[in-house]
């Protein structure tokens, strides 16, 4: 029988820990939402070998599309250009956001970052993230 000692402060402070960095994260998020003027939708899709990240970008063009990864953080910044507006007799309607966008994505760490892919097609950005293969546990023998 094994002992094991008992801490409740250290699940509060997980707890505690857990929380401020929800906080954090919905802080960041929100402060890039106002600096940006729009957020498209995204699916992410998880398969046996493979991520799958589908934004909607309708009428952004691929040239105002910047995808990187950077310390984990695969990060989707781009532009939505306005059309010209069209007025008559004072009457003037604009319902489709225009503007930069920004969304952030923490990636998990077996993700092969070499090999990630991106496509467009009829207004919806896919983002391919496969996954590398998790190193198997081994057995090492102490001489």
């Known amino acids: 029988m094994a002992l094991v000692r008992y801490e409740p402060n250290n699940l509060f402070d997980q707890f505690n820990s857990e929380i401020n960095r929800f906080f954090n994260t919905t802080q960041r998020q929100r402060a890039a939402n106002q600096e940006h003027g729009w957020m498209p939708a995204v699916d992410i899709r998880e398969e046996d070998d493979r ?12 040239k105002d599309v910047e995808i990187t990864l950077e310390d984990g953080v695969l990060t989707l910044k781009g532009e939505r ?24 994505f923490n990636l ?7 090999n990630i892919s991106a496509t467009v097609s ?18 090492i023998t102490v001489n």
Request: glycine share 6%; no cysteine.
């Open 51 to 62: 991520f799958i990240l589908s934004a909607d970008i309708p009428g952004v063009e691929r």
């Open 81 to 104: 250009h306005a059309e010209t507006e069209e007025k008559r007799e004072g009457f003037q309607r604009r319902e489709r956001v225009h503007g930069t966008f920004m969304r952030q």
């Open 122 to 139: 009829e207004g919806v950005l896919h983002i391919e993230i496969p996954k590398q293969a998790k190193p198997e546990a081994r057995k």
């Open 108 to 114: 998990p760490d077996t993700v092969n970052a070499e």
